[in-house]
């Protein structure tokens, strides 16, 4: 064959292209399957594909994820030269030994000798001297760290363990198997979707769970599925971001992370029995008599967990509930021999049973991941190269890189690089926020534009999604008191029910009082109404408000009162610049300008709002030195040769310097309405003074016309400023009441008084000095953010700073009132007929059996409609995720030999810096 047959291509991320027809014209040839037989000796190599034609080609298929198209064409090469059967054609490796200049997926095949250097988009044919190297990393053409593979013995090999399928077109596949990794068994491989088994499995649904809870929380799978019986896990994942063995290390490690039962699970095989019963029961009761006596021996074992759960509400939690009445039912049929209706209630309790765990267990999943998915594996930035590792593998301080498109993995702060960032995922916000260096970022926001190096605080598990994630998982499974709603409304209609069924039994006997019995109202609520809090918990999360007490969602909705901590609440924590007044000649912009420069190194709120004024009016500061803070009083510095002071009056008077007439009136009037002043001295003179104002939050009035539409009767404001500003702002939002100087620990008295008032009241603050008042008030809101959730003792947190969720959370709490009030109506009406139906058309059994199970079931279908809402809000994240990626791969083609050059920025800043890495 000569060296012009063959030409080498890259036609897509992970494809090495052979085109040769002489080497390839014959799939079944001895020097075709020798070439397959050399190739699969590269453990990078997965697949083989070799199509025939106007155009013979064998397409070379490998994980880009994890090997470099340098790496592979390195060890493909080596591994090629040692056939000596095919020495001068494809022994002497017509494939070069080095990937192109970031575009090798655009280029052709030239001729000469390739030396394992870099060429512009071109790869040559000829003889490759690709060097590969003895198991040491080196970085690749852009910074990323590639290992490059061991020189290849000359083993021999064969294709006894590699699958082999033909199409009629005559294209053939060859296949490696995935190495089976802990047991697992490879049933089902495609792209996007596996499926194995693993014997360990069997009867062990704690493994499962285990499975399951590891899948749910990482970014790019999709849907998976369980099975302890037979022991099967199928993954939908996305081969853009994981590839196969991926997957399979993940399942590897929830195995080997996850505590192993020593005892098998019990088979759970009562809704099949229950479902083999009612045919029985049937020829039993209307065809053979003779068999009544079986099948109610079998309708007595199927209705065991219904005595069992009767006799758990009776003598432990001592009350009076629906699963009693269930067990009067059975009972009542039993006697009545009404084998058959009382096999489908049997069937209907345990489908109910059954179909009520997987809703919740759906609808968990959904609320868990509300805040979005973690990627698995991250780019590490070290010694001047990007490594992918395992997210659990990064300590505190590391430097990581995240790009256009991707995830963030952990909780940190920008070192460098500038990025939009959507954070709506963790605190619902609809817009994007700019990042540059020294802000913090949050696991699970998504890039949405730029590339930014982000220090390690925290990851895994200790990261804010993680945190919330794991209060989600308690809040989810909460009872009020001892019961939800849903179960005190059933506890109510027992003892109604049971008076009915005794009147039931003196005027149509057994029959009739069973019939009454059965259409109980209690059955649908007690699963509706939980149901229905789960999906209203979820919506909430999905909308930025972290539920930390299942109760608080119930009881916001009979909140009348709403209490506002004024500082940090209806105030933003930084001040504006009011009135600059200014003396002995100054002008109010040089005074301005002078106290911006010195405050231009510091971030507390005080300097950050003179520096925001100063910006807004496009003020040029002058440079400072030989700068001097005293901690309380003020801050010393040089500029352009003149001493400046910036600080209190009481600094002005230490330091000498005396107030001027219109400082000392600006100060006295500053005082009567509760501003704050910061005075500005110029060498031993006072220049001027700044008046500071409380920055009033833009939605404050909106948000109270709000809450009045919604049915607050009673809104107040409570602070520990003096009267008269306390008052002015109160007068000023339309607030009820008031109360002012009041101290921190005082707060928790005050709510307590309106509470005896018989108002229930809702407190809202920003959770720093009101720990007590939080406890104390019927529910608590705290508008601190997500970096305060692991400290924050209030029972609903606003994950976006503000007060824009407020009325969400109300609509949200009245929604699932009115839900859970039209499952109650959905149940009573069908009901009530049936029990007249029992009195006056003669109605059996039967129909009550099926009434009240197909109104149960339509009160179920009416508590999971919040899940619309968030199937609708999740599809629109997934959108602009989707989006982000696809707007990354447009600046990043996907062609690029090595995964980061699909991730490298257009800045000549961070090619350079990649460049230089790499020298």
Not at 763 to 768: A, M, Q, R
Request: charged share 25%.
């Amino acid at each position: 064959m000569s060296s012009q047959d063959l030409a080498v291509t890259f036609p897509d991320r992970g494809i090495i292209r052979l085109s040769s027809r002489v080497l390839f014209g014959d799939a079944d040839s001895a020097t075709c399957r020798r070439f397959v037989e050399r190739a699969f000796l590269a453990e990078e190599i997965s697949d083989i594909i070799i199509r025939r034609g106007d155009s013979p080609h064998a397409e070379l298929r490998y994980c880009p994820k994890k090997w470099t198209l340098q790496g592979v064409l390195n060890r493909v090469a080596s591994l090629l030269r040692l056939a000596p059967e095919t020495s001068g054609h494809t022994a002497n490796g017509h494939v070069n030994g080095h990937a192109t200049n970031g575009h090798a997926a655009n280029g052709h095949a030239t001729h000469g000798h390739a030396n394992g250097h870099a060429t512009n988009g071109h790869v040559t044919h000829g003889h490759a001297n690709g060097h590969a190297t003895n198991g040491h990393a080196s970085p690749n053409g852009n910074g990323r760290a590639v290992p490059h593979a061991p020189q290849a013995s000359p083993a021999k090999s064969s294709l006894a363990d590699v699958s082999e399928a033909r199409s009629r077109d005559g294209v053939v596949r060859y296949s490696r198997p995935v190495a089976a990794h802990a047991g697992w068994e490879v049933k089902l491989d495609r792209p996007g979707r596996i499926r194995l088994k693993n014997p360990v499995l069997y009867r062990k649904s704690e493994l499962c769970q285990a499975i399951e809870r590891e899948l749910m929380s990482i970014l790019g799978i999709e849907q998976y599925k369980t099975g302890s019986i037979t022991c099967n896990v199928q993954v939908d994942y996305d081969p853009r971001q994981l590839s196969r063995d991926q997957v399979i290390e993940i399942l590897d490690s929830a195995l080997a992370n996850a505590e192993h039962p020593t005892k098998l699970d019990k088979l759970d095989l009562h809704l099949p029995l229950c479902t083999a019963s009612v045919p029985f029961a049937a020829a039993a009761q209307f065809a053979m008599p003779g068999l009544l006596p079986a099948a109610a021996l079998l309708f007595a074992y199927t209705s065991i967990p219904t005595f069992r759960e009767a006799r758990h509400v009776l003598f432990e939690e001592k009350r009076l509930g629906v699963d009693v009445l269930d067990a009067i039912v059975v009972v009542g049929c039993l006697g009545t021999m009404s084998i058959f209706p009382g096999t489908v209630l049997c069937w209907c309790l345990s489908f109910g049973r059954v179909l009520v765990k997987r809703t919740q267990d759906n609808s968990k999943k959904l609320l868990l991941n509300a805040f979005g998915k973690q990627p698995r594996y991250v780019w590490l930035y070290r010694n001047g190269t990007e490594v992918q590792v395992s997210l659990d593998k990064l300590n505190k301080g590391d430097i990581i890189v995240v790009n256009t498109g991707e995830v963030v993995p952990v909780d940190g702060h920008v070192v460098e690089g500038m990025a939009m960032i959507d954070q709506h995922a963790l605190t619902g916000e609809s817009t994007p926020a700019e990042k540059g260096v020294g802000d913090r970022v949050f696991a699970s926001t998504v890039m949405v534009a730029g590339k930014v190096y982000v220090s390690v605080e925290t990851s895994g598990t200790e990261t804010a999604s993680a945190k919330i994630s794991q209060i989600l998982n308690d809040t989810a499974g909460y009872k009020l008191a001892s019961q939800h709603k849903g179960e005190r409304l059933a506890d109510k209609a027992v003892i109604p029910t049971l008076c009915v069924g005794s009147l039931g039994l003196a005027a149509m006997g057994p029959a009739g009082a069973v019939a009454v019995l059965n259409s109980d109202f209690g059955t649908g609520i007690r699963m509706a109404a939980p149901l229905a809090m789960l999906s209203s918990l979820a919506l909430c999360a999905n909308k930025g408000i972290l539920v930390k007490d299942g109760r608080a969602l119930e009881l916001m909705n009979e909140i009348d009162t709403v209490l506002f901590d004024k500082t940090g609440t209806l105030t933003r924590e930084r001040p504006e610049v009011g009135r600059v007044i200014a003396s002995e000649g100054f002008d109010p912009d040089e005074i301005l300008g002078y106290a911006a420069a010195a405050e231009r190194k510091f971030h507390h709120p005080i300097a950050l709002a003179i520096l925001h004024k100063a910006k807004d009016l496009n003020l040029e500061l002058p440079e400072t030195d030989d700068t001097q803070y005293k901690v309380g009083y003020g801050i010393t510095v040089e500029i352009e040769g003149r001493t400046i002071r910036v600080g209190s009056k009481r600094f002005m008077e230490m330091e000498g310097i005396e107030l001027t007439p219109e400082v000392v009136e600006a100060l006295d009037e500053a005082h009567r309405e509760g501003f704050t002043m910061v005075m500005v001295g110029v060498d031993d003179e006072l220049g001027g003074a700044i008046e500071l104002q409380a920055s009033v939050r833009p939605e404050v009035k909106d948000i109270i016309a709000g809450l009045r539409k919604r049915g607050i009767k009673h809104i107040a404001i409570i602070s520990g400023d003096h009267e008269a500003p306390t008052k002015k702002l109160a007068e000023s939002l339309g607030m009820d009441r008031y109360f002012a100087q009041v101290l921190p620990a005082d707060k928790a008295d005050y709510v307590e008084k309106l509470q005896k008032e018989g108002c229930k009241v809702c407190f809202v603050g920003d959770g720093i000095n009101d720990s007590i008042a939080l406890k104390k008030a019927n529910v608590s809101i705290s508008l601190r953010g997500a970096s305060s959730i692991a400290t924050d003792t209030a029972h609903i947190v606003f994950l976006e700073e503000g007060l824009a969720k407020l009325c969400e959370l109300r609509d949200i709490a009245r929604d699932l009132d009115l839900n859970v009030k039209r499952s109650w109506s959905m149940i009573l009406a069908p009901n009530i007929a049936c029990i007249v139906g029992v009195f006056t058309m003669g109605f059996g059994i039967m129909a009550s059996v099926v009434t009240n199970n197909v109104a149960a079931l339509a009160a179920l279908a009416n508590g999971v409609l919040p899940l619309r809402k968030v199937a609708q809000i999740e599809a629109e994240r997934r959108h602009r995720l989707e989006m982000s990626q696809a707007y990354a791969m447009e600046r990043n083609p996907v062609h690029a030999p090595a995964p980061t050059a699909a991730r490298r920025a257009d800045a000549g800043s961070d090619h350079q810096r990649v460049l230089a890495a790499t020298a």
